[in-house]
T-cell receptor, first 115, second 111 residues
Framework: EPEVTQTPSHQVTQMGQEVILRCVPISNHLYFYWYRQILGQKVEFLVSFYNNEISEKSEIFDDQFSVERPDGSNFTLKIRSTKLEDSAMYFC?????????????FGPGTRLTVT | KNEVEQSPQNLTAQEGEFITINCSYSVGISALHWLQQHPGGGIVSLFMLSSGKKKHGRLIATINIQEKHSSLHITASHPRDSAVYICAVRSSGAGSYQLTFGKGTKLSVIP
């Protein structure tokens, strides 16, 4: 069964460093999402991406964040200058279409630890 | 903004028990998801529904749109069902496809 993959599974970085989290969505999916979950808290929406541009973003997704689809398969989340509070689990998801009848499929997550 | 509330927050059950987890939301939705999160952190989608009832194996999900409420039932619970169960909703506003999540219900099934 097709699945969303994410790399790395765990990333440790120092405060102020840039990180890039990578996702490979399911191949025929067109709509992509990033979510994050701070330890012990609920999952929060960050951004959605369609047709090579951001469709929707939350107030969390400020100027230090950016997303990109650099080629036909990868979808990346870049955090320019990491802060301690960026430590969280980051989930990528994809769906065939943004419509409400289309399910979102989640990747296994990348645990980001900022020291 | 949709508020999603789940109950209970924690649930301990004996193997074989029938389990119900509840989810309520504050604003009209286009779809509701039930998700399962295992201790390693990964999220698996169990159901997506916008009306009625869906069944998959020992899992049943129901939704009442008028009451803005959904339930996830597990029949004949098993220790491998131990996980966090999360309700997430997609609001019905045009052009909005983000999910709003509940805090989750941590289920522990004891042999």
């Amino acid at each position: 069964e097709p699945e969303v993959t994410q790399t790395p599974s765990h990333q440790v970085t120092q405060m102020g460093q840039e990180v890039i989290l990578r996702c490979v969505p399911i191949s025929n999916h067109l709509y992509f999402y990033w979510y994050r979950q701070i330890l012990g808290q609920k999952v929060e929406f960050l951004v959605s991406f369609y047709n090579n541009e951001i469709s929707e973003k939350s107030e969390i997704f400020d100027d230090q964040f950016s997303v990109e689809r650099p080629d036909g398969s990868n979808f990346t989340l870049k955090i320019r200058s990491t802060k301690l509070e960026d430590s969280a689990m980051y989930f990528c998801a994809s769906s065939e279409s943004p419509g409400s009848s289309y399910e979102q499929y989640f990747g296994p997550g990348t645990r980001l630890t900022v020291t | 903004k949709n508020e999603v509330e789940q109950s209970p927050q924690n649930l301990t059950a004996q193997e074989g028990e029938f389990i119900t987890i509840n989810c309520s939301y504050s604003v009209g939705i286009s779809a509701l998801h039930w998700l399962q999160q295992h201790p390693g952190g990964g999220i698996v989608s169990l159901f997506m529904l916008s009306s009625g009832k869906k069944k998959h194996g020992r899992l049943i999900a129901t939704i009442n749109i008028q009451e803005k409420h959904s339930s996830l039932h597990i029949t004949a619970s098993h220790p491998r069902d131990s996980a966090v169960y999360i309700c997430a909703v997609r609001s019905s506003g045009a052009g909005s496809y983000q999910l709003t999540f509940g805090k989750g219900t941590k289920l522990s099934v004891i042999p």
